[in-house]
């Protein structure tokens, strides 16, 4: 049949019945016809055959739309039909095909590093200005395979990634010293350096021998976005739905292959943190990443990650500084009581909030300084604490290998009895849950058991059987949120006490002997939803922090003026600004308003100057004067709470650098949801 197929294509083209057809355009043919080979069938009457043999003509949509999409004559289209609708008609599907000649690869290709997929650098000639194989253009010949893994839609994959290189260049004898750069598919490498490449590649490398598709990665950024997925549940997701590890795969050690088919958390990892940093360079236009490349690949991003949250901290979140949308901004008529004129006024105001999630910190009250490892107790500068008893107010030095002196030694036992049980007992009851499989990052570990989300205290007394010796409880005490204090009053709050007895003459003591994190997250919210900005608190919620916070972020370049901020303390928060109108000034021309909700259930109707000064409705700005309604949606901020509480456990390990670089992203990929939320709804959002 293919001989008869093959005469007539010549018969054609030789009586030019084919004019401006390429062999290309041939194989275009075929692949659409066949792939549409149903909607044929299902296009021709009921008593035929079509199904078992071809029709003698294409229904005339699939006609008009082969002819378009290849540029041919429907007379051209009608003549290729004719001749290879045998041939179409006899073809197996796109994805046999593939399926075969993947495996006709796997068995015949590999043992001469052959693979379906091959990953070569974005040129195959040098690309150094001034080097003399790219003045000549000539081809890199020098190459270097290696057997690498890919995870790509639908599957997991081998490759071989192939890497060239640009040697010392021969001209009239002589070895002139040339650029010496290896070429990868991601990045060049010259002199220890690794220069990405303006744009972002279709397989981002995230290991040594290993590679991650940009669609799998802008599949885990968005399921961490939307649902909150940890690395484990992404890492378990795609080897269970796609790569199908256990049935889908040969043993491929026996194929020759030496590396591993398993996605782990820190491949994930690596690939978020390099796709965001590689997307944030080309927004701003700064050009390619540089990193080096020898170190660990930990700690490779490290640096450009501080860099990427120091700009954050600096500029904040540069796409929504100057939004407004009609859910956020107002433009108000009121009449001046005193002149009787009428005064336009801008309304933009800022709901603040908290939300008890953290990083590891330095466990000395407020000390914001980055621990060397996230299972350190102290950062470098109090590390010599380390060296003293873990109960407060005693200095004793501590026994080796331990967190306290000598003679509080069965403190430090009696906490490690109490983790060591607990853990046990957690461990019996997650045989028992829903999530048999305990593969999310928020089940309990031993590590969780050395972290003070509450302050613990040690109570002492006489047994209850009256024998010799002391009995040692342990209490949790939740941590104070120091709201409405000022920064000393809660510094003071939080020394260390004397041992102190209760009535029933049981001695109470405060230990540190686990880690510690930072107090809250402290978020500002738009009205419309739109997180402006947010920052952990290290020793408290103090209203002064909130205070110094909320000046800061709209003090960036660009910030528009703050008009109304709404929080749940805002009349502790005005009293502070009234006791100390010098240091708050800038604070003078700003509403501060308690939210709805808070003003109505948790304000006393007697604090006279709360609802004085800070009564919602003192503020008939804040009413849409058509519907009596509140204009602002004032919870906006405890509703986006939820959301980043919604993280606490995937961040209850990370160092402070990678949690405000990740939470940093998800606000900002959320607020972009947001943006394009507002304009399908018609609230025009735009910049001032």
Same mark, same amino acid.
């Given at each position: 049949?293919?001989?008869?197929?093959?005469?007539?294509?010549?018969?054609?083209?030789?009586?030019?019945?084919?004019?401006?057809?390429?062999?290309?355009?041939?194989?275009?043919?075929?692949?659409?016809?066949?792939?549409?080979?149903?909607?044929?069938?299902?296009?021709?009457?009921?008593?035929?055959?079509?199904?078992?043999?071809?029709?003698?003509?294409?229904?005339?949509?699939?006609?008009?739309?082969?002819?378009?999409?290849?540029?041919?004559?429907?007379?051209?289209?009608?003549?290729?039909?004719?001749?290879?609708?045998?041939?179409?008609?006899?073809?197996?599907?796109?994805?046999?095909?593939?399926?075969?000649?993947?495996?006709?690869?796997?068995?015949?290709?590999?043992?001469?590093?052959?693979?379906?997929?091959?990953?070569?650098?974005?040129?195959?000639?040098?690309?150094?200005?001034?080097?003399?194989?790219?003045?000549?253009?000539?081809?890199?010949?020098?190459?270097?395979?290696?057997?690498?893994?890919?995870?790509?839609?639908?599957?997991?994959?081998?490759?071989?990634?192939?890497?060239?290189?640009?040697?010392?260049?021969?001209?009239?004898?002589?070895?002139?010293?040339?650029?010496?750069?290896?070429?990868?598919?991601?990045?060049?490498?010259?002199?220890?350096?690794?220069?990405?490449?303006?744009?972002?590649?279709?397989?981002?490398?995230?290991?040594?021998?290993?590679?991650?598709?940009?669609?799998?990665?802008?599949?885990?950024?968005?399921?961490?976005?939307?649902?909150?997925?940890?690395?484990?549940?992404?890492?378990?997701?795609?080897?269970?739905?796609?790569?199908?590890?256990?049935?889908?795969?040969?043993?491929?050690?026996?194929?020759?292959?030496?590396?591993?088919?398993?996605?782990?958390?820190?491949?994930?990892?690596?690939?978020?943190?390099?796709?965001?940093?590689?997307?944030?360079?080309?927004?701003?236009?700064?050009?390619?990443?540089?990193?080096?490349?020898?170190?660990?690949?930990?700690?490779?991003?490290?640096?450009?990650?501080?860099?990427?949250?120091?700009?954050?901290?600096?500029?904040?979140?540069?796409?929504?500084?100057?939004?407004?949308?009609?859910?956020?901004?107002?433009?108000?008529?009121?009449?001046?009581?005193?002149?009787?004129?009428?005064?336009?006024?801008?309304?933009?105001?800022?709901?603040?909030?908290?939300?008890?999630?953290?990083?590891?910190?330095?466990?000395?009250?407020?000390?914001?300084?980055?621990?060397?490892?996230?299972?350190?107790?102290?950062?470098?500068?109090?590390?010599?604490?380390?060296?003293?008893?873990?109960?407060?107010?005693?200095?004793?030095?501590?026994?080796?290998?331990?967190?306290?002196?000598?003679?509080?030694?069965?403190?430090?036992?009696?906490?490690?009895?109490?983790?060591?049980?607990?853990?046990?007992?957690?461990?019996?009851?997650?045989?028992?849950?829903?999530?048999?499989?305990?593969?999310?990052?928020?089940?309990?570990?031993?590590?969780?058991?050395?972290?003070?989300?509450?302050?613990?205290?040690?109570?002492?007394?006489?047994?209850?059987?009256?024998?010799?010796?002391?009995?040692?409880?342990?209490?949790?005490?939740?941590?104070?949120?120091?709201?409405?204090?000022?920064?000393?009053?809660?510094?003071?709050?939080?020394?260390?006490?004397?041992?102190?007895?209760?009535?029933?003459?049981?001695?109470?003591?405060?230990?540190?002997?686990?880690?510690?994190?930072?107090?809250?997250?402290?978020?500002?919210?738009?009205?419309?939803?739109?997180?402006?900005?947010?920052?952990?608190?290290?020793? $408290? #919620?103090? &209203?002064?922090?909130? /205070?110094?916070?909320? =000046?800061?972020? *709209?003090?960036?370049?660009? @910030?528009?003026?703050?008009?109304?901020?709404?929080?749940?303390?805002?009349?502790?928060?005005?009293?502070?600004?009234?006791?100390?109108?010098?240091?708050?000034?800038?604070?003078?021309?700003?509403?501060?308003?308690?939210?709805?909700?808070?003003?109505?259930?948790?304000?006393?109707?007697?604090?006279?100057?709360?609802?004085?000064?800070?009564?919602?409705?003192?503020?008939?700005?804040?009413?849409?004067?058509?519907?009596?309604?509140?204009?602002?949606?004032?919870?906006? $901020? #405890?509703? &986006?709470?939820?959301? /980043?509480?919604?993280? =606490?456990?995937? *961040?209850?390990?990370?160092? @402070?650098?990678?949690?405000?670089?990740?939470?940093?992203?998800?606000?900002?990929?959320?607020?972009?949801?947001?943006?394009?939320?507002?304009?399908?709804?018609?609230?025009?959002?735009?910049?001032?």
């Amino acid at each position: 049949m293919l001989q008869g197929t093959l005469k007539l294509l010549g018969a054609a083209v030789h009586a030019n019945k084919l004019p401006g057809v390429e062999i290309w355009s041939i194989f275009s043919f075929m692949i659409r016809c066949r792939q549409l080979k149903d909607v044929i069938i299902l296009a021709q009457h009921a008593s035929t055959l079509a199904d078992q043999q071809p029709p003698l003509h294409l229904p005339l949509p699939i006609l008009a739309t082969l002819s378009d999409s290849l540029n041919i004559s429907d007379e051209t289209i009608k003549q290729l039909w004719m001749i290879l609708k045998e041939e179409i008609w006899a073809m197996p599907t796109i994805s046999e095909i593939q399926e075969k000649e993947m495996t006709a690869l796997v068995d015949h290709g590999w043992k001469r590093e052959l693979t379906w997929l091959n990953i070569f650098p974005p040129t195959h000639r040098c690309m150094t200005h001034g080097c003399k194989a790219n003045q000549r253009s000539a081809l890199l010949k020098k190459c270097v395979p290696k057997q690498t893994v890919v995870f790509c839609f639908p599957t997991v994959q081998p490759a071989y990634a192939i890497s060239l290189y640009c040697p010392a260049y021969v001209i009239f004898m002589k070895r002139v010293p040339d650029c010496n750069t290896t070429y990868h598919n991601n990045y060049a490498v010259r002199g220890g350096t690794r220069f990405y490449y303006d744009s972002k590649p279709k397989y981002l490398q995230v290991g040594e021998h290993h590679y991650v598709e940009d669609k799998v990665v802008s599949l885990w950024v968005t399921l961490m976005v939307l649902g909150s997925f940890s690395a484990t549940n992404c890492s378990k997701s795609y080897d269970v739905a796609l790569s199908c590890l256990e049935i889908s795969h040969p043993d491929w050690l026996a194929h020759g292959w030496q590396f591993s088919l398993r996605l782990t958390v820190e491949h994930i990892w690596f690939a978020f943190n390099l796709d965001r940093l590689m997307e944030q360079h080309c927004i701003a236009g700064r050009g390619p990443l540089v990193l080096p490349h020898t170190g660990d690949q930990k700690v490779r991003l490290h640096q450009l990650m501080v860099e990427r949250n120091r700009h954050i901290a600096e500029f904040g979140q540069e796409e929504v500084i100057r939004h407004v949308c009609d859910r956020c901004f107002r433009v108000f008529e009121k009449v001046d009581p005193k002149t009787g004129l009428v005064k336009t006024m801008h309304v933009h105001p800022l709901v603040g909030d908290g939300v008890s999630i953290g990083h590891l910190c330095c466990c000395v009250h407020a000390c914001n300084r980055d621990l060397t490892s996230t299972k350190d107790r102290f950062c470098s500068a109090h590390a010599y604490l380390n060296e003293k008893c873990a109960v407060e107010k005693c200095s004793n030095p501590v026994e080796p290998r331990r967190k306290a002196c000598k003679d509080h030694r069965h403190l430090e036992k009696k906490k490690d009895d109490h983790k060591n049980s607990f853990f046990n007992f957690t461990r019996r009851l997650q045989r028992f849950q829903p999530n048999l499989a305990g593969i999310d990052d928020g089940e309990v570990g031993e590590g969780d058991l050395d972290i003070d989300e509450n302050d613990e205290e040690f109570l002492i007394g006489q047994k209850d059987d009256g024998s010799p010796g002391e009995k040692v409880e342990i209490r949790h005490v939740q941590k104070p949120g120091f709201v409405g204090v000022g920064d000393e009053e809660a510094a003071r709050l939080a020394l260390p006490c004397e041992a102190a007895k209760s009535d029933s003459g049981n001695r109470r003591i405060k230990a540190h002997f686990s880690r510690r994190r930072t107090h809250n997250e402290q978020t500002l919210v738009r009205p419309c939803g739109v997180v402006y900005a947010r920052a952990p608190f290290f020793g $408290a #919620e103090a &209203v002064s922090n909130v /205070l110094t916070m909320t =000046q800061t972020a *709209c003090s960036v370049p660009d @910030a528009l003026p703050l008009t109304h901020f709404v929080y749940d303390c805002s009349c502790l928060a005005l009293e502070q600004i009234q006791a100390n109108k010098e240091k708050w000034s800038w604070w003078k021309d700003v509403q501060l308003v308690v939210d709805v909700w808070h003003f109505a259930n948790k304000h006393k109707t007697t604090h006279d100057f709360c609802q004085k000064h800070c009564n919602p409705a003192k503020f008939e700005e804040l009413v849409d004067e058509k519907t009596k309604k509140w204009f602002f949606n004032t919870s906006i $901020a #405890e509703q &986006v709470n939820v959301w /980043l509480g919604s993280y =606490q456990s995937m *961040c209850r390990e990370m160092t @402070a650098v990678q949690y405000n670089f990740f939470l940093d992203e998800m606000v900002r990929l959320r607020n972009q949801m947001v943006l394009a939320r507002l304009q399908e709804q018609g609230r025009n959002p735009r910049f001032l």
